[in-house]
């Protein structure tokens, strides 16, 4: 009775840590660059019951106890792009690319390189293109980039224009596993003990920049919605079993042990 338990509670905990990503990916709906996260649960390894009866190998039962949730994945499909005529929004379009490879643009943190699909750019007071958090963004050679104003133009390419001048290229790198990145606040993205290498000039990789236009989060508001519903429905259902199971033993202890 009490390995029900267990299994119904472990339920509710994968289904309550699933509902808390949900939440997550719905409040950063429309967060430009936003990845959703994907949810991956699995049963615990199954536990072998030998029936001790028969002594038989042929004879035994197999019972899982219980599922939890294995980790949380984001994916780097390609949101949707919006105009907004704003001089300093910048939209990373992505062309060909291999299986699992995504395309960033760089910036520097105060911990060092991250990377970003969030072009929300803005100039701060020093001229420097920076993020909404103040992160520098990089260009080619890993440099800030330094505009005198917001009079500038940027090729699908990626070089800077101003005043009819180049002025800078910005970085867009190139990740060949995405899975490998540890996903941070902010919309940001890193590499443990590496920094990824620039797209530019790999044959493999092709992309384009537009000024002006933002991609938005990849959130499907309307399957985040049923999805959040599926797993407060399975939260509930885990919920009446370990209800019953407690009722049960109440009579055990309570009714069966006066007799």
């Known amino acids: 009775m ?10 509710m905990i994968a289904q309550q840590r699933r509902q808390e990503m949900l939440s997550n990916n719905m409040s950063n709906a429309g967060t430009p660059g936003f990845k959703a996260d994907q949810a991956s649960i699995r049963t615990f390894p199954r536990m072998l019951i030998a ?3 028969q002594r038989n190998e042929s004879s035994s039962n197999e019972l899982s106890t219980g599922v939890y949730l294995q980790e949380m994945v984001p994916n780097f499909f390609q949101g949707n792009v919006m105009e907004t005529k704003n001089q300093t929004d910048i939209a990373l379009i992505d062309g060909n690319l291999p299986e699992n490879g995504a395309l960033f643009f760089s910036v520097q943190s105060n911990e060092g390189v991250r990377y970003t699909r969030n072009g929300n750019f803005t ?8 993020t909404n958090q103040g992160m520098q963004v990089l260009d080619t050679n890993g440099n800030p980039i330094v505009l005198r104003t917001e009079n500038f133009t940027i090729r699908p390419d990626g070089t800077i224009i101003e005043d009819g001048n180049e002025i800078a290229r910005l970085n867009v790198v190139f990740s060949e596993n995405a899975n490998e990145l540890v996903k941070e606040g902010y919309g940001l993205f890193r590499l443990e003990g590496n920094e990824l290498e620039s797209a530019i000039g790999n044959p493999n990789v092709s992309y384009q920049l537009q000024q002006g236009f933002l991609e938005r989060s990849n959130v499907n508001v309307e399957q985040t919605m049923i999805e959040m519903m599926q797993a407060y429905r399975t939260f509930e259902a885990n919920q009446r079993v370990l209800q ?12 069966i042990g006066k007799l």
């Open 2 to 11: 009490l390995r029900g338990m267990y299994t119904a509670a472990s339920g």
């Open 123 to 130: 100039i701060d007071s020093t001229g420097t293109l920076v």
């Open 51 to 53: 029936n001790l009866e």
């Open 244 to 255: 019953t199971y407690d009722q049960s033993l109440d009579k055990a202890v309570n009714e």
